[in-house]
């Protein structure tokens, strides 16, 4: 039977669903948050000298701990955000955000940076908290396309960021930085307190759900956390490769190549989505030959255009694996508590990415720049291989609403 979701703690009547402005409203929000987030680590070893660390060692170490202690967090805050609502936990995330960026902003020492960023990690997690709200407002492809776009506005600050930041430096030092990046997710909940509480009806039977089972849905973070790894472990040493590959290429050459994958993932996402809505299983697996593909070619590149054509492979891998997560994701959450589900999902991403950036320092101190895509290319090709054995343990492709939420 159809049963009405319970009502959620507001002053404002749950939306059935969400506009397409409304949703655009959002996917801006989450861009402005992870501008920040994603455009001053790489400035840490520029950042750490006046912190009392002259030859930023701790820049390492200090580039995950905002990841590390976001997955710790993820979780709970998934599940208050169930209890309390969702747009309560996501203002929350927002303005955790901005405290966190001026008390980064303001230290003086190295102890009180390191507390701003572990604050950073805990009291943000605005991925979670932006799926969580999405998912209990929209529903199928509505919510997978939501989802898609969401990767865009995190795609587009990883690219952008860096650059605004790198050219703000002269006039402004990435420290003192961080107060300026305070006021935009401070913006974002001022934003943010426009939208409506998100509520929508679940199905379920009496004290049983219709929704994916529970081993799907282990499959489907297991896909996130391998696909993560193989993605990003290639990421922190890539720079380094080129320069090795092509001495004396210029910094900004590096940099776009740097920022390929991502650029593809802005300029097809939308159209990998409608082509893989109906299978994204065959999609996945797809994604994951693409990304090692991708990967192995860094081996033999020794001239930019090899980079590029390599770049651009990984890039389609890329874009397709993450779409085929978002449709997966969507369909797992048809009568769930979204704030549980994205939150665990948050934790295996996040998992991925602090297992990728420390396997990538092993192996690189042991072997060099080149070590961290083969781990990705055997990464890759392992998940290849599982989705095309067991791709019926993934979840299916949730069926369109008979309302959809987006309009």
């Known amino acids: 039977m159809t049963v009405t979701a319970p009502p959620e703690p507001s002053t404002q009547a749950p939306a059935a669903g969400l506009s397409r402005r409304q949703v655009q409203a959002v996917a801006g929000c989450y861009f402005v948050a992870s501008f920040a987030a994603l455009g001053l680590p790489p400035y840490l070893t520029a950042i750490l000298p006046g912190l009392g660390d002259p030859h930023g060692r701790w820049a390492g170490l200090l580039y995950i701990v905002p990841t590390v202690f976001s997955a710790l967090g993820a979780l709970l805050w998934g599940r208050l955000g169930d209890r309390f609502g969702r747009k309560r936990l996501l203002l929350r995330a927002q303005l955790g955000l901005s405290v966190s960026f001026l008390l980064a902003g303001l230290a003086d020492s190295l102890w009180a940076f390191t507390l701003a960023l572990v604050l950073q990690g805990f009291l943000g997690g605005t991925f979670a908290a932006t799926n969580g709200y999405l998912a209990a407002a929209l529903e199928g492809p509505g919510l997978s396309k939501a989802l898609t776009l969401m990767q865009g506005g995190a795609r587009a600050a990883l690219v952008a960021a860096p650059i605004l930041v790198g050219a703000l430096s002269p006039w402004l030092s990435p420290h003192r930085q961080y107060v300026v990046m305070a006021l935009l997710p401070l913006t974002a909940a001022v934003l943010l307190t426009r939208l409506p509480e998100p509520g929508r009806l679940v199905s379920v039977p009496p004290k ?28 922190p040493y890539l720079i380094a490769l080129v320069e ?45 030959v693409l ?114 939420g987006s309009r």
Do not use: D
Request: proline residues 6%; hydrophobic residues 55%; aromatic residues 6%.
């Open 208 to 235: 049983r759900s219709t929704g994916t089972p529970s081993s799907a849905l282990w499959a489907l973070y297991g896909a996130e956390f391998a696909f993560v790894f193989a993605t990003i472990v290639s990421f």
């Open 244 to 288: 090795q590959r092509v001495p004396g290429l210029n910094s900004t050459v590096a940099g776009l190549l740097f920022a390929l994958p991502h650029l593809c993932y802005l300029l097809l996402a939308s159209r990998v989505h409608t082509a893989v809505l109906h299978r994204p299983r065959a999609g996945l697996a797809l994604g994951f």
């Open 291 to 404: 990304v090692a593909a991708g990967l192995a070619g860094h081996a033999p590149a020794h001239s930019v255009a090899a980079f590029a054509l390599t770049r651009l492979v990984l890039g389609l891998g890329m874009t397709l694996g993450l779409v085929c997560l978002a449709v997966l994701a969507a369909a797992a959450a048809h009568g769930r508590a979204p704030g549980q589900m994205f939150g665990t999902l948050e934790l295996a991403s996040k998992g991925g990415a602090v297992a990728a950036g420390a396997v990538a320092a092993l192996v690189n101190s042991a072997f060099g720049p080149g070590a961290p895509v083969l781990i990705g290319t055997a990464a890759a090709l392992t998940a290849a291989l599982c989705c095309a054995l067991r791709s019926r343990s993934l979840p299916r492709s949730a069926p369109s609403p008979s309302n959809p």
